[in-house]
């Protein structure tokens, strides 16, 4: 226990004050062509017909791609955990959000770059765009990804992630009231300062070198390989150096475009995102759709909670399964609910692809389910933090997917924070503790929920 | 044209309306002064001009013509840091440190002018700067103790020293 409490320096602190980090930007590398992308200016939309010669054909042009020169075009960013790719490196035939990449050029400079990704010759038939999570989960809605408007791949091909637990019927027949509400967060731009920005230096050796700023490196060798179809050892990745990520820069968003680019051209290359395409193009955090009905008791207690999540993808899956089971498993928060009904499904729009970002897929479901605790205790006429108290989980209480707390904290940090904020407790609330439920906090219904933590 | 960056004088090639932040990074390979946006929103890429904070995405190299440009790397190296990159040091006032740089010449310009440890008086004088690990606090703090004149010693509060791989590794 050398480091807990003590004063330690960062390991980068003095090279990120004396400007000596370098960011992928900083890497200097002679010869390098820049990069630009030809992007959909729809948010939905037939590609009927694309010639990019006349790019090609431009002085100081050195390499143009398109999906035609990917080797595995569709590769899915957990294809390593089964879910199944949607999403292609370079829009074919069809693009589904504003910003998707379709070509790049590489040039010996940004000015004959952008100017050759002007010349590209290309054709759109628009197409009815899903811009509302919601909206896209109507049956009514046209469809808008070619497996229908949600993912159908969790478990067992279920199309949603499905929790049950205890007996929801006997808490909503048991109830005093029913409190309902319905939370809709807002997608967010992780918007970090360094935007995303990737250099590709090939190797005499027939290897790349892939300067990256990515936040998960060994996850974007694998896509890079998969989609080059190459083998690890062919890539040499160096990262490690990120001027902000925040979740943003979990997705593999440039090197696999660029190591093509590289490969084609012979020469290095590097895409630096402008301002305008970090907010436009880049992934974000989800928007999401949380519709919560809990059957209460007068005195407070939480007897059951039905739920309904819409997440929104954005126009490929990515994360999103993952993000969304994890949001499944906390969607009681840090309290104690015994009977459970939870639907959560992925939901694809014609937004920009959502991804991981702080706490991903939780920080939701924290709003949602802290707002309607508050709720609960308005509509009750009790005080929000008692009831927060009573329902808080306790040893050997357990989470919706059965996991069995054995250390939770929900009980000292509402005390912390009750004091914190001046908050008058009456001695029994004052005095609680996390220890195993017992007498008036152990009534009928949350008996059958609780186990001994000592046999798990 | 030329112009001094960080005590050496450069004599500039291109072009008068090239952003300086170009000619720095790309002409003169200086690196210090990152380009967050290119269009003046971030701060990331200020620089100080004779003194003064500036864009240095937004400043033409004409307009630098004959002045003198002091850069993250003029402030201090590693081992001989100045008071407001060690009081960064001390506060943490660094998390990713991209927008670093930038901060560190708006707050040394601020205390430059006669800044106070004023958090109020700080915050309008960084107002400009975007940090989005939101580290605000300890940047607020950091340039308040170097306006305040306070020492740092980087090898006490820490368990071995204040030390980085570009310095020589972890002791």
Known sequence: ?456 | MSFTVNGVTHEIEGFELTPLLDVLREELGITGAKAGCHQGGCGACTVLVDGEPKRSCLVPAGYADGASITTVEGLGAPEDLSPIQQAFVHHYAAQCGFCTSGMMLAGQSYIAHGGTDDAEAIQEALGGHVCRCTGYSKIIDAVAAAARGDSFDLTETAIGKYTTMATGGAE
């Not at chain 1, 400007?19 to 900083?26: C, E």
């Not at chain 1, 709003?367 to 709720?375: D, G, I, K, P, Y």
């Not at chain 1, 017992?438 to 046999?455: D, F, I, R, S, Y």
């Open chain 1, 1 to 456: 226990m050398k480091v807990v409490g003590a004063r330690i320096p960062r390991y980068d602190g003095i090279a990120h004050v004396t400007g000596r980090t370098t960011y992928v930007d900083d890497v200097r590398v002679p010869g390098t062509l820049w990069v630009k992308a030809l992007r959909s200016p729809h948010h939905h939309a037939g590609i009927t017909r694309m010639d990019t010669r006349a790019a090609e054909e431009m002085p100081g042009v050195h390499a143009v791609i398109t999906w035609q020169d990917v080797p595995l075009l569709e590769y899915g960013h957990l294809a390593a955990l089964g879910i199944p790719a949607d999403e292609p490196l370079l829009a074919k035939d069809e693009v589904r959000y504003k910003g998707q990449p379709i070509a790049l050029v590489a040039a010996d400079d940004e000015e004959i770059a952008a100017e050759a990704v002007s010349r590209i010759d290309i054709d759109f038939e628009e197409r009815p765009a899903m811009l509302d999570l919601r909206q896209a989960f109507d049956p009514e809605s046209p469809e808008i990804h070619r497996e229908g408007n949600w993912y159908k791949h969790f478990e067992d091909e279920m199309d949603r992630r499905q929790i049950r637990k205890g007996d929801i019927e006997w808490a909503f027949e048991n109830a005093d009231t029913i409190v309902q509400g319905v939370y809709r967060p807002a997608a967010i731009e992780h918007a970090p300062i360094e935007t995303q920005t990737c250099q590709v230096v090939p190797e005499a050796s027939g290897r790349l070198t892939i300067y990256s700023c990515t936040q998960a490196l060994y996850f974007s060798m694998g896509v890079v390989a998969a989609h080059l179809q190459v083998p690890l050892n062919k890539l040499k990745f160096v990262g490690g150096t990120t001027g902000g990520g925040f979740g943003g820069k979990v997705d593999t968003a440039t090197e696999t475009m660029c190591a093509l680019l590289a490969m084609k051209s012979g020469k290095p290359v590097k895409w630096r995102w402008t301002r305008e395409e970090e907010f436009l193009c880049s992934s974000t955090r989800a928007p999401w759709h949380m519709e919560l009905a809990d059957a209460v008791t007068r005195d407070g207690w939480i007897l059951g909670r039905k739920m309904l999540t819409l997440h929104d993808a954005g126009a490929y899956s990515r994360f999103s399964p993952y993000g969304l089971t994890k949001h499944s498993f906390h969607h009681t928060g840090a309290y104690t609910i015994p009977n459970l009904q939870f639907d959560g499904y992925v939901v694809y729009t014609n937004r920009t692809p959502t991804t991981a970002m702080r706490g991903f897929g939780v920080t939701s479901v924290s709003f949602a389910t802290e707002t309607h605790m508050s709720r609960i205790a308005d509509v009750l006429g009790v005080d929000p933090i008692e009831i927060r108290l009573k329902n808080a989980n306790r040893i050997g209480d357990t989470s919706p997917n059965g996991i069995v707390y054995t250390d939770p904290s929900t009980v000292s940090t509402i005390q912390t924070m009750a004091e914190a904020i001046g908050h008058e407790l009456p001695a029994d609330y004052r005095t609680m503790t996390s220890e195993p439920r017992t007498g008036a906090l152990l009534p009928e219904h949350l008996v059958a929920q609780t186990a001994n933590p000592e046999e798990h």
